[in-house]
């Protein structure tokens, strides 16, 4: 009777633990029976095949049952680009930072950094979106600027790197994007008659992005910004400076500052001729 009761109590544990795993979703699922090689494989087939959100849970899983090993290394770094990849930039950034900091020797470390500098050149294209639309002094262009420095760091540290080249381009654009915005500051000032905010936004300008095509803007602004404020010399001398660098500038022939509906858009990277 003993033997009987006990048979039933087994039968019921086990019935109850398969209903649980059902309702879990795991009956079944290869995931948590394969080996760590086939389980990189599946991930690696749903990455192949843009199925983003599968490949991601894989490599979860496989980071999670195996915490350690080459295939969980590789693993780690897939699935901060499969996160990138399906727009989850805080995912992506956090899953990054930490395989940079776990393995700083691995052989795909270059790729690392450079991923890293995606992740935020993604996130810092919503300015275009918020270009026009937007108070453009709250513009806030921190994911730019981090950007710019997570390339500047991966040529310093993998100067040889097949990715540092496209690294140099994105940091040319994100500093000119960088600098227009800041002229949309300084035009934004002008327009409400804050001509000393002007004036002080166009100097930084013309101190910070030297080497861009604004900085022309900047000396328009510049010496606009002294003439409203009656410091004619200073205006003479910032308009000096601009004849001698940008003689075919539209301010030179009373064609600057733009109306607002007239300012140049952002063009976004990927779209460049």
């Known amino acids: 009777m003993r033997v009987s009761l006990l048979i039933r109590l087994t039968l019921l544990v086990a019935l109850l633990a398969l209903g649980a795993c059902s309702r879990s979703g795991k009956k079944g699922d290869p995931i948590e029976t394969l080996p ?3 389980v990189y494989s599946l991930g690696k087939e749903a990455l192949q095949n843009n199925n983003l959100e599968r490949a991601a849970r894989t490599y979860e899983r496989l980071i999670a049952r195996f915490p350690f090993g080459p295939y969980t290394e590789q693993a780690q770094l897939e699935l901060a680009y499969a996160q990138y990849k399906d727009h989850k930039e805080e ?3 956090s899953a990054i930072n930490r395989f940079i900091k776990t393995y700083p020797t691995h052989k795909h470390i270059d790729y690392a950094y450079y991923l890293r500098g995606l992740i ?24 730019a600027l981090q950007s710019f420095e997570d390339f500047s760091e991966l ?16 940091m040319i ?14 035009l934004f000032y002008l327009r409400q008659k804050a001509y000393v ?4 936004r166009a100097e930084k300008i013309i101190e ?32 000096r400076v601009l004849e001698l660098n940008y003689p075919e500038h539209p301010y030179l022939q009373g064609k600057y500052p733009p109306k607002r509906k007239s300012w140049k858009r952002l063009i976004p990277f990927t779209e460049r001729g």
Not at 155 to 170: G, H, L, T, V, W
Not at 173 to 186: D, S, T
Not at 197 to 200: E, G, L, S, V
């Open 173 to 186: 654009y994100l500093r000119n994007n960088m600098a227009q915005a800041e002229i949309g500051v300084a």
């Open 120 to 143: 935020n050149f993604n996130r810092s294209n919503g300015l275009l979106e918020r270009y026009i639309s937007r108070d453009e002094t709250k513009r806030d262009q921190a994911f």
């Open 155 to 170: 040529i310093k540290r993998y100067p040889d790197s097949r990715f540092s080249n496209d690294a140099r381009q994105r």
């Open 36 to 38: 760590v090689d086939q």
């Open 208 to 239: 910070n992005y030297q080497r861009t095509p604004q900085a022309g803007d900047a000396l328009a602004v510049l010496a606009e910004s002294y003439a409203r404020l009656g410091q004619d010399k200073l205006s003479t001398d910032a308009k």
């Open 91 to 93: 995912e992506a950034y």
């Open 197 to 200: 905010a002007a004036a002080n």
